[in-house]
């Protein structure tokens, strides 16, 4: 890495934050990196690959990201990448590239610190060190990536079906699932128990729109308008939910859940042994261990 110098790494990084921001609910991965790309005339090193394989921009651009991730300025989840309100802070506050990169690094030694009294000296030892971490964080973004495209290409009523399965895994009772056609904004129905004597009833409204723009306020108050008392609501969608929308459903009188693409995928894996094979072919999953690196 001699070619590549903190300053050159700080101009990639504050970019990146830049390009971030631009969206407050996250960007994935590669296509943060591929825009980033975009910003930049790169040298032919930066350009090329390692002799192992890999893109050698990519990889300066992920191994940086570890010191903003322990720094606080960057949360990782199921490959999308969101600035913390302390990385807006960081950015705000050092304008300077090499001083924004060197803070991240300052504070990842002193995360490290308190773990361990051995601490990173430079970027090459912290690119040993997190290798393993980087490869599974690729592969996580390669996973989710397959099971997104997979639920996004489901029919829609396979897709309800699905949601259908989870509850029943989960130890509740479908009592009714909508055919095709109009739903009332109602596409399944469950209870607690087999005879749907115990409340509270479970309406479930459920869209497969993993292309479209998240669900917004509005979209969340029309669902609430069909609850009855006794009634509490399930909403999922493939999309995800604005901040807004998550902030109506969590401060209505109502009670809503609101469940995005990655919470439902959360939910399957954590119930998979309770799903029946019909189920599990809906969304087949299998887990695949890795060498994990330092937290």
């Given at each position: 890495m001699a070619e590549i110098t903190k300053a050159r790494t700080g101009q990639f990084m504050r970019r990146l934050f830049e390009l971030l921001l631009q969206r407050p609910e996250g960007m994935q991965a590669n296509e943060a990196l591929h825009q980033l790309e975009g910003e930049f005339?790169?040298?032919?090193?930066?350009?090329?690959?390692?002799?192992?394989?890999?893109?050698?921009?990519?990889?300066?651009?992920?191994?940086?990201?570890?010191?903003?991730?322990?720094?606080?300025?960057?949360?990782?989840?199921k490959g999308t990448w969101t600035v913390t309100a302390e990385g807006i802070a960081a950015l705000q506050k050092h304008q300077d590239p090499a001083e924004f990169y060197g803070q991240a690094v300052l504070l990842y030694r002193q995360w490290k610190h308190a773990q361990s009294t051995a601490a990173a000296d430079a970027l090459d030892d912290a690119i040993v060190e997190n290798a393993a971490g980087l490869t599974l964080e690729q592969a996580e973004e390669q996973a989710w990536s397959e099971i997104s495209l997979h639920l996004a290409g489901m029919p829609p009523y396979e897709f309800q079906e699905l949601v259908a399965?989870?509850?029943?895994?989960?130890?509740y009772h479908v009592g009714w699932v909508a055919p095709?056609?109009?739903?009332?904004?109602?596409?399944?129905?469950?209870?607690?128990?087999?005879?749907?004597?115990?409340?509270?009833?479970?309406?479930?409204?459920?869209?497969?729109?993993?292309n479209s723009p998240r669900i917004d306020v509005m979209g969340v108050r029309s669902f609430m308008a069909v609850l009855g008392e006794g009634d509490v609501g399930l909403f999922v969608a493939l999309s995800g939910f604005t901040r807004d929308a998550d902030l109506e459903a969590r401060q209505s009188h109502r009670r809503v859940t609101l469940i995005g693409g990655n919470a439902l995928v959360e939910l399957w894996t954590k119930h998979y042994q309770q799903l029946d094979d019909e189920a599990r072919r809906r969304l087949p999953l299998k887990p695949v261990w890795f060498l994990a690196g330092d937290d």
């Open positions: 005339t790169l040298s032919e090193y930066e350009a090329g690959e390692y002799a192992s394989g890999g893109r050698r921009f990519d990889k300066i651009v992920r191994f940086a990201t570890v010191d903003t991730v322990k720094a606080g300025w960057l949360v990782k989840e399965c989870l509850l029943r895994a989960m130890g095709p056609g109009k739903d009332g904004g109602v596409d399944i129905i469950a209870f607690n128990d087999p005879l749907g004597t115990r409340p509270p009833r479970i309406k479930v409204q459920v869209k497969r729109n993993a």
